[in-house]
């Protein structure tokens, strides 16, 4: 089973990270560690989003579609974009 996930800094909050793993939070701690080349410049992240595949190799073909120009379009109109407008919205009734 793998996870593709997306991530936010928490330092640069525009800068935003895509990956798959087998152990979400290992890897998480290991993007905070300094472990990864690119993410380790905007340290600390979190996890904004993450969905499961059973099968591993749709995992491994959805995160490299989501790196590509259209799954980055694709993500800033469904998956950021939504995420940002629900917890917005859901702010503001608080």
Same mark, same amino acid.
């Given at each position: 089973?793998?996870?593709?996930?997306?991530?936010?800094?928490?330092?640069?909050?525009? &800068? +935003?990270? *895509?990956g798959?793993?087998?152990? #979400?939070?290992?890897?998480?701690?290991?993007?905070? %560690?300094?472990?990864? @080349?690119?993410?380790s410049?905007?340290?600390?992240w979190?996890?904004?989003?993450y969905?499961?595949?059973?099968?591993? &190799? +749709?995992? *491994?073909?959805?995160?490299?579609? #989501?790196?590509?120009?259209?799954g980055?379009?694709? %993500?800033?109109?469904? @998956?950021?974009?939504?995420?940002?407008?629900?917890?917005?919205?859901?702010?503001?009734?608080?």
């Amino acid at each position: 089973m793998k996870y593709v996930y997306l991530l936010q800094s928490l330092s640069v909050p525009t &800068q +935003r990270y *895509v990956g798959v793993t087998t152990n #979400l939070e290992e890897r998480l701690q290991a993007h905070n %560690a300094g472990g990864s @080349l690119y993410t380790s410049k905007y340290r600390p992240w979190k996890v904004v989003m993450y969905l499961c595949f059973q099968d591993d &190799q +749709r995992a *491994v073909d959805f995160e490299r579609y #989501l790196k590509t120009g259209s799954g980055q379009a694709f %993500a800033n109109k469904r @998956l950021w974009y939504v995420l940002v407008g629900y917890i917005s919205h859901a702010l503001d009734r608080v």
